[in-house]
Structures are given as C-alpha cells and as structure tokens.
C-alpha cells in the first residue's frame, strides 16, 4: 500500500504556489543543492585572471622581447591593471597590445606606444639624472591608463582631459585601481588641453596623447630647464610622428632642440572644453 505524503494542515489552505514554496522549504537538501548551482553561476570568472600579476607580466615580457623599452617603465606597467580602465565588455583584451574604444571617439593607446613615449622622456637628461620623470603634464587623460602608469614614475602628475565624459570616467577608474605605493596621485584637470597648466608648472616632462600641426607655445613656456616634451605631431611628407623636444639651457641661454621618431596615428589635438 502506498503511504501518502503528509504535509502540515497550513499548506491545505495556500495557494497552489505557495504551497510549492513552502515545499521547498521542507526539503533543503534540494534547496542546498540549487543554491550550490546559483552560486556557481554568479561567480566571478576565473579563466581570464585579469586580476593576476602574472597576466601584466605576460604583456610585459612581450615588450621586453622586442629590446627597446626602459626597464622602470616596463615595472610601472607590470604594476597597473589596465583591465581597470576599459569597458568590462573589452576586458579580455586589455593586455594584448591593441589601442581600444574608450568612448567619446577616444581610445586607450597600445601598451608598446605608452611605454615607448614614456621611455622618451626617460631618456632625457634631466629624467636621467634624477631618475624619475619629475613634474609630469600629461595632455589628454583619456581613461586614466596612462596617468597612472606616469604616477609610478613621477613625483608629481597634473593630466588635462577637454572632454567631460572622459575627464570624469578616468576620475572613478583611478579610485577603483588598486596601485602600489609609494603613487604620486595624478592631479586630474577638466580644461584646455592647449594652453597647458601654467598654475602647476613648470614641468620636467611634458606627455601628449593627442597631434596637432603644431607644438602650442603655451607647453614650451612651461617646459622647465632641462626638461623634454614627447608629443606626436604632423611633420612634412612623413603624416604624424612623435616629436620630441628638450629645453635646453647653455650660459644662461635657453634653445629648444628637436628630434622626429617614429611614424603615429593620434586623435587630433583640438582646443575647448566639451
């Protein structure tokens, strides 16, 4: 004869769903069993370890292979999560060297062109003797990827971001990143990128994401004495290029001495705020 099941009096009277949540209730090993499953399915992903030194330095040792970049800035880069500062949909690229939408038409600059421009100014010499960066302006603050990077290399960091949009999301990505101390926090700007920041300078280095026609007078004048600015720039019959431009002071006078490098490919340098 089959027994049949007995529930408590106070499910006769509930509705037909209720009934079946209080059922559950009564049975928990099938509800330890689906909450097991729910949480499986909520955890966070682990395949990719965006969180992991190791991935950083995988991208790292790509870059040394090649032979071409300043040791000091290759360990600021293995040190920040650029993960951090793209759109979670665009995460799982963040460590190969691509450029990548950051919105408002901008993007974040491949890994090897960050570390190249930023081992030009290093090469400076006033960045070689002191062996830091110094006070950086750095134009274009875009996501905040390189600011960061720049706050591991420098004593003092002031970026200028025109658009609003980007000025605030770089805000909010340099709060969420986890840096390692001792972080010179960039000092964030919603302004004119092209008149620089007379107020902060002079500056030993001068970093710009962003090519114009020209070099504006405004970053020259607040370039310091023995300070070098690296900035891509339209040079005849070669496009865009970086430029790179030392201040240099010989018996009390002062000359700006240039050099051209590598062909480039920057969003335009544009005047105002948006």
Known sequence: MTTAKRFPASLKTLTPQREASARELLMPQRHLREAAADAARLAQPSGRGLDSGAVRERMVARLRAEGKFDERVLAAMAAVPRHEFVDSALAAQAYEDTALPIGHGQTISKPSVVGHMLGLLFAGAGAQARGHLGRVLEIGTG?????????????????????????????????RAVLPRPYAMPRLVWGDGRVGHAASGPFDSIIAAAGGEDLPPAWMEQLAPGGRLVAPMAASGRGQVLVVLDHVVERGVSRWVRSEHEAVLFVPLKSGVV
Do not use: M, P, T, W
Not at 157 to 169: A, F, N, P, T, Y
């Open 143 to 175: 996501c905040g990827y390189q600011a960061a990077v720049i706050g591991l290399l420098a004593r003092q960091v002031v970026s200028i971001e025109r658009l609003q949009g980007l000025h605030d999301k770089a805000k909010a990505n340099l709060q």
